[in-house]
């Protein structure tokens, strides 16, 4: 363990940070690390995975009470770990019962339902991961394959956490009832209460043999890989559920959901704004002054504009319905294209001379924003 950062240094946040800043910190760092946007960097590759590492204990309310507690002992798959106890060795302990302490502290009414909760169906934890699209991905919408970390149930055991061949045994301790009755000196007097059994942690039953694949735990932590459908139109940040897909649930219960979050790739010609496209083309200054057919890149391919004669710099035209699909819905944004006027550089003595011709020979017709400036120059500066 001591070669591991802590993990708050890791994700890049305080102590006392909150659930929010824990989660936007982590987007952020596996954003800056994600394999996709790394290629071939091991070192990136290797921040990346404790990352992951980082955000699943921090990210567990459970998990980080343990490491805020006890350190990276507290989340170690060996962390309170009995060989007789079920579920020997488990990393992913049971939450503390309030209903509990009620029970040890009020004589024990109803005392069997802690018990009860222990062996109930539990819905397993949902679990993150990242997924980098290009522009046009984003906006045409693909298929991806995500890859990430989740717990399962053992399949040596079954989820038992019992090695194959053997079975979970009654616990002595209890009598298989997960509750033991002790006597508690009191104001009030003795009073005999339950509460919940320490030999088998409330559940009943014991594991003489622990599996050897999960260490008695019943769970291991596994990589997956799932194929999710990216929908057009989907835009950066934006999370896709795919359900089922979490950590397992317990006691039979239901696996938790897998949250996608899309980071889209920037283009180098086009920027979108709402699920419109904008993009910026570069005229001549002749070009602009006597009009000129342009060839527009579009998300469709390219299309053929005719720039209207004395386009000015700054001018915007609009070509209908080639921008992003409306997610979920019928539709999309349409494609804006800006004019820019390129000033020519390093001119020969020939073009210079030709230049100073035109503007010998331009009237202020010509120019009519500049003509307009100086006519208000005068104005203010007049005597």
């Not at 984003?138 to 079975?167: F, H, I, P, R």
């Not at 210079?352 to 331009?362: G, P, R, T, W």
Request: net charge positive.
């Amino acid at each position: 363990m001591a070669d591991k950062r802590d993990y708050y240094e890791v994700i890049g946040v305080p102590k006392g940070a909150s659930e929010d800043e824990i989660k936007k910190a982590y987007r952020k760092q596996a954003k800056k690390y994600h394999p996709d946007l790394n290629p071939g960097n091991k070192e990136a590759e290797a921040k990346f995975k404790e990352v992951n590492e980082a955000y699943e204990v921090l990210s567990d309310k459970d998990k980080r009470a343990r490491y805020d507690r006890f350190g990276f002992a507290g989340v170690d798959p060996n962390f309170g770990a009995g060989p007789t106890a079920y579920g020997g060795g488990n990393p992913f302990g049971q939450d503390i019962d309030i209903g509990d302490i009620f029970n040890s502290f009020f004589g024990g009414f109803g005392g069997s339902r802690a018990a009860r909760n222990q062996n109930s169906p539990r819905r397993g934890s949902d679990v993150e991961a990242s997924v980098t699209v290009s522009f046009e991905e984003a906006a045409k919408g693909c298929k991806k394959e995500v890859t990430y970390q989740n717990v399962d149930s053992c399949t040596a055991c079954s989820g038992t956490g019992a090695s194959q061949g053997t079975q979970l045994k009654s616990c002595p301790n209890c009598n298989g009832t997960g509750q033991v009755m002790v006597q508690k000196r009191t104001p009030f007097g003795v009073v005999q209460t339950s509460q919940t059994c320490d030999k088998c942690r409330g559940k009943g039953k014991i594991i003489e043999k622990p599996c050897p694949k999960c260490s008695g735990a019943g769970r291991i932590r596994s990589s997956k890989t799932v194929t999710v459908t990216v929908p057009p139109g989907i835009s950066q940040d934006q999370i896709l559920n795919v359900g089922g897909h979490g950590n397992s649930g317990y006691n039979g219960g239901p696996s938790g959901d897998l949250h996608v979050y899309v980071n889209v790739k920037k283009h180098p010609l086009f920027e979108r704004k709402g699920d419109d496209v904008w993009c910026e083309i570069p005229l001549t200054f002749s070009q602009a002054a006597l009009g000129h057919e342009v060839i527009v890149p579009t998300l469709d391919g390219k299309v053929s504009y005719k720039v209207h004669p004395g386009t000015q710099p700054g001018d915007v035209f609009k070509l209908k319905d080639k921008g992003i699909p409306h997610l979920n819905s019928r539709g999309r944004g349409d494609q804006y294209v800006r004019i820019t006027i390129e000033v020519p550089h390093n001119l020969t003595a020939k073009q210079k001379e030709i230049l100073k011709q035109f503007d010998a020979v331009s009237g202020t017709a010509n120019y009519t924003k500049r003509s307009s400036f100086f006519d208000k120059v005068k104005d203010i500066f007049k005597d």
